[in-house]
T-cell receptor, first 112, second 112 residues
Framework: GEDVEQSLFLSVREGDSSVINCTYT??????LYWYKQEPGAGLQLLTY?????DMKQDQRLTVLLNKKDKHLSLRIADTQTGDSAIYFC????????????FGSGTRLQVQP | SQTIHQWPATLVQPVGSPLSLECTVE??????LYWYRQAAGRGLQLLFY??????ISSEVPQNLSASRPQDRQFILSSKKLLLSDSGFYLC???????????FGQGTRLTVV
Protein backbone atom coordinates (compact mmCIF):
# COMPACT_ATOMS: atom_id res chain seq x y z
CA GLY A 1 0.00 0.00 0.00
CA GLU A 2 0.93 3.64 -0.12
CA ASP A 3 3.07 5.03 2.67
CA VAL A 4 4.86 8.33 3.13
CA GLU A 5 7.24 8.88 6.02
CA GLN A 6 8.91 11.95 7.46
CA SER A 7 10.91 12.75 10.55
CA LEU A 8 8.79 14.52 13.13
CA PHE A 9 10.94 17.45 14.16
CA LEU A 10 13.75 19.68 12.94
CA SER A 11 15.33 22.63 14.70
CA VAL A 12 17.63 25.11 12.97
CA ARG A 13 19.05 28.55 13.64
CA GLU A 14 17.87 31.56 11.71
CA GLY A 15 19.97 32.04 8.58
CA ASP A 16 20.98 28.38 8.33
CA SER A 17 19.66 25.99 5.70
CA SER A 18 16.94 23.50 6.59
CA VAL A 19 16.61 20.12 4.95
CA ILE A 20 13.40 18.18 5.44
CA ASN A 21 13.38 14.60 4.23
CA CYS A 22 10.63 12.28 3.06
CA THR A 23 10.47 8.70 1.83
CA TYR A 24 7.64 7.03 0.00
CA THR A 25 6.88 3.49 -1.01
CA UNK A 26 4.64 3.74 -4.08
CA UNK A 27 6.89 3.32 -7.09
CA UNK A 28 4.08 4.55 -9.37
CA UNK A 29 4.02 7.96 -7.67
CA UNK A 30 3.91 10.59 -10.35
CA UNK A 31 3.65 13.84 -8.45
CA LEU A 32 5.32 14.76 -5.19
CA TYR A 33 4.41 17.82 -3.17
CA TRP A 34 5.50 19.90 -0.24
CA TYR A 35 2.85 21.68 1.78
CA LYS A 36 3.30 24.11 4.68
CA GLN A 37 0.89 24.37 7.60
CA GLU A 38 1.12 27.26 10.01
CA PRO A 39 -0.50 26.91 13.46
CA GLY A 40 -4.27 26.54 13.29
CA ALA A 41 -4.38 27.04 9.54
CA GLY A 42 -4.95 24.98 6.43
CA LEU A 43 -2.26 23.69 4.13
CA GLN A 44 -0.44 25.91 1.69
CA LEU A 45 1.13 24.34 -1.37
CA LEU A 46 4.81 25.31 -1.47
CA THR A 47 6.11 23.42 -4.45
CA TYR A 48 5.83 20.18 -6.34
CA UNK A 49 7.93 18.02 -8.60
CA UNK A 50 7.11 15.49 -11.28
CA UNK A 51 8.67 12.07 -10.99
CA UNK A 52 10.62 12.56 -14.22
CA UNK A 53 12.57 15.42 -12.64
CA ASP A 54 15.33 15.18 -10.09
CA MET A 55 15.54 18.76 -8.95
CA LYS A 56 13.41 21.87 -8.86
CA GLN A 57 14.40 25.26 -7.48
CA ASP A 58 12.05 28.07 -6.58
CA GLN A 59 13.67 31.05 -4.83
CA ARG A 60 14.78 29.79 -1.39
CA LEU A 61 13.29 26.34 -1.93
CA THR A 62 15.07 23.44 -3.57
CA VAL A 63 13.40 20.07 -4.05
CA LEU A 64 15.53 17.01 -4.72
CA LEU A 65 14.06 13.71 -5.85
CA ASN A 66 15.89 10.40 -5.84
CA LYS A 67 13.40 8.17 -7.58
CA LYS A 68 15.55 5.07 -7.25
CA ASP A 69 15.59 5.38 -3.46
CA LYS A 70 12.08 6.95 -3.32
CA HIS A 71 13.50 9.85 -1.36
CA LEU A 72 12.34 13.45 -1.54
CA SER A 73 13.86 16.42 0.24
CA LEU A 74 13.02 20.08 0.69
CA ARG A 75 15.86 22.49 1.32
CA ILE A 76 15.06 25.96 2.61
CA ALA A 77 17.95 28.37 2.24
CA ASP A 78 18.48 31.21 4.71
CA THR A 79 15.74 29.92 7.01
CA GLN A 80 13.70 32.64 8.68
CA THR A 81 11.53 32.58 11.81
CA GLY A 82 8.51 32.88 9.53
CA ASP A 83 9.42 29.48 8.10
CA SER A 84 8.51 27.84 11.41
CA ALA A 85 5.63 25.52 10.59
CA ILE A 86 4.77 21.91 9.87
CA TYR A 87 5.87 20.70 6.45
CA PHE A 88 4.03 17.86 4.78
CA CYS A 89 5.29 15.68 2.01
CA UNK A 90 2.58 14.21 -0.24
CA UNK A 91 2.42 12.01 -3.29
CA UNK A 92 -0.12 10.91 -5.83
CA UNK A 93 -0.38 9.18 -9.15
CA UNK A 94 -1.74 10.32 -12.46
CA UNK A 95 -4.33 7.58 -12.49
CA UNK A 96 -7.02 6.40 -10.18
CA UNK A 97 -8.50 8.55 -7.51
CA UNK A 98 -5.71 11.15 -7.54
CA UNK A 99 -6.10 11.95 -3.87
CA UNK A 100 -2.92 12.88 -2.12
CA UNK A 101 -1.28 10.60 0.41
CA PHE A 102 0.42 12.64 3.10
CA GLY A 103 3.27 12.02 5.47
CA SER A 104 2.81 12.80 9.14
CA GLY A 105 4.53 16.17 8.80
CA THR A 106 7.83 17.60 10.03
CA ARG A 107 7.68 20.39 12.54
CA LEU A 108 10.36 22.96 11.71
CA GLN A 109 11.41 25.21 14.55
CA VAL A 110 13.60 28.17 13.67
CA GLN A 111 15.54 29.65 16.55
CA PRO A 112 16.52 33.32 16.38
CA SER B 1 -9.40 33.23 -9.11
CA GLN B 2 -10.45 30.15 -7.24
CA THR B 3 -11.23 30.22 -3.55
CA ILE B 4 -12.35 27.64 -1.04
CA HIS B 5 -14.45 28.40 2.01
CA GLN B 6 -14.82 26.13 4.97
CA TRP B 7 -16.87 26.74 8.10
CA PRO B 8 -17.10 26.90 10.98
CA ALA B 9 -13.48 27.49 11.97
CA THR B 10 -13.93 25.93 15.41
CA LEU B 11 -16.65 23.76 16.88
CA VAL B 12 -17.21 22.15 20.27
CA GLN B 13 -19.89 19.49 20.29
CA PRO B 14 -21.07 16.99 22.91
CA VAL B 15 -20.80 13.27 22.35
CA GLY B 16 -23.85 11.95 20.54
CA SER B 17 -24.74 15.23 18.86
CA PRO B 18 -24.94 15.59 15.06
CA LEU B 19 -22.35 17.29 12.89
CA SER B 20 -22.43 19.26 9.67
CA LEU B 21 -19.34 20.90 8.21
CA GLU B 22 -19.65 22.75 4.96
CA CYS B 23 -17.16 23.52 2.24
CA THR B 24 -17.72 25.52 -0.94
CA VAL B 25 -15.45 26.30 -3.84
CA GLU B 26 -15.68 29.34 -6.08
CA UNK B 27 -14.16 30.11 -9.42
CA UNK B 28 -14.01 26.64 -10.89
CA UNK B 29 -16.37 24.00 -12.24
CA UNK B 30 -16.51 20.27 -11.64
CA UNK B 31 -13.69 20.15 -9.12
CA UNK B 32 -12.58 17.04 -7.30
CA LEU B 33 -13.42 17.59 -3.64
CA TYR B 34 -11.84 16.03 -0.58
CA TRP B 35 -12.29 15.82 3.16
CA TYR B 36 -9.20 15.12 5.24
CA ARG B 37 -8.81 14.74 8.99
CA GLN B 38 -5.70 15.63 10.89
CA ALA B 39 -5.49 14.13 14.37
CA ALA B 40 -3.31 15.94 16.91
CA GLY B 41 0.38 15.61 16.01
CA ARG B 42 -0.33 13.39 13.04
CA GLY B 43 -0.56 13.60 9.29
CA LEU B 44 -3.61 13.93 7.11
CA GLN B 45 -5.97 11.06 6.59
CA LEU B 46 -8.21 11.10 3.55
CA LEU B 47 -11.82 10.54 4.60
CA PHE B 48 -13.87 11.13 1.46
CA TYR B 49 -13.42 12.30 -2.08
CA UNK B 50 -15.87 13.23 -4.80
CA UNK B 51 -15.47 13.55 -8.55
CA UNK B 52 -18.97 14.89 -9.18
CA UNK B 53 -22.41 15.68 -7.78
CA UNK B 54 -23.71 12.78 -5.74
CA UNK B 55 -20.51 10.77 -6.26
CA ILE B 56 -18.82 10.04 -2.95
CA SER B 57 -16.03 7.60 -2.23
CA SER B 58 -15.15 6.66 1.31
CA GLU B 59 -11.58 5.85 2.20
CA VAL B 60 -12.00 4.51 5.72
CA PRO B 61 -14.96 3.06 7.63
CA GLN B 62 -16.06 5.52 10.26
CA ASN B 63 -18.79 7.40 11.98
CA LEU B 64 -18.89 10.10 9.31
CA SER B 65 -20.56 10.58 5.94
CA ALA B 66 -20.20 13.06 3.12
CA SER B 67 -22.53 14.51 0.53
CA ARG B 68 -22.18 16.67 -2.54
CA PRO B 69 -25.56 18.23 -3.25
CA GLN B 70 -24.14 20.81 -5.67
CA ASP B 71 -21.10 20.92 -7.93
CA ARG B 72 -19.07 23.13 -5.63
CA GLN B 73 -20.46 22.15 -2.26
CA PHE B 74 -19.13 19.35 -0.08
CA ILE B 75 -20.63 18.52 3.30
CA LEU B 76 -19.23 16.34 6.07
CA SER B 77 -21.79 14.93 8.48
CA SER B 78 -22.33 12.67 11.41
CA LYS B 79 -25.54 11.57 13.10
CA LYS B 80 -23.86 10.94 16.46
CA LEU B 81 -20.39 12.21 17.27
CA LEU B 82 -17.85 10.13 19.15
CA LEU B 83 -14.94 11.41 21.22
CA SER B 84 -12.60 9.93 18.63
CA ASP B 85 -14.08 12.25 15.98
CA SER B 86 -12.17 15.18 17.48
CA GLY B 87 -9.60 16.60 15.12
CA PHE B 88 -8.81 19.17 12.49
CA TYR B 89 -10.91 18.71 9.37
CA LEU B 90 -9.70 20.05 6.09
CA CYS B 91 -11.58 20.41 2.84
CA UNK B 92 -9.63 20.54 -0.40
CA UNK B 93 -10.25 20.75 -4.13
CA UNK B 94 -8.35 19.98 -7.28
CA UNK B 95 -9.14 20.43 -10.96
CA UNK B 96 -10.78 17.46 -12.53
CA UNK B 97 -7.74 16.35 -14.51
CA UNK B 98 -5.01 17.56 -12.15
CA UNK B 99 -3.70 16.42 -8.84
CA UNK B 100 -2.54 19.60 -7.14
CA UNK B 101 -4.87 20.16 -4.19
CA UNK B 102 -5.81 23.46 -2.59
CA PHE B 103 -6.96 23.51 1.00
CA GLY B 104 -9.45 25.42 3.09
CA GLN B 105 -8.49 26.89 6.43
CA GLY B 106 -9.84 23.92 8.35
CA THR B 107 -12.35 23.28 11.13
CA ARG B 108 -11.12 22.32 14.56
CA LEU B 109 -13.69 19.98 16.05
CA THR B 110 -13.61 19.09 19.73
CA VAL B 111 -16.05 16.47 20.93
CA VAL B 112 -16.61 16.63 24.67
Amino acid sequence: GEDVEQSLFLSVREGDSSVINCTYTDSSSTYLYWYKQEPGAGLQLLTYIFSNMDMKQDQRLTVLLNKKDKHLSLRIADTQTGDSAIYFCAETRDTGRRALTFGSGTRLQVQP
Amino acid sequence: SQTIHQWPATLVQPVGSPLSLECTVEGTSNPNLYWYRQAAGRGLQLLFYSVGIGQISSEVPQNLSASRPQDRQFILSSKKLLLSDSGFYLCAWSVARGTEAFFGQGTRLTVV
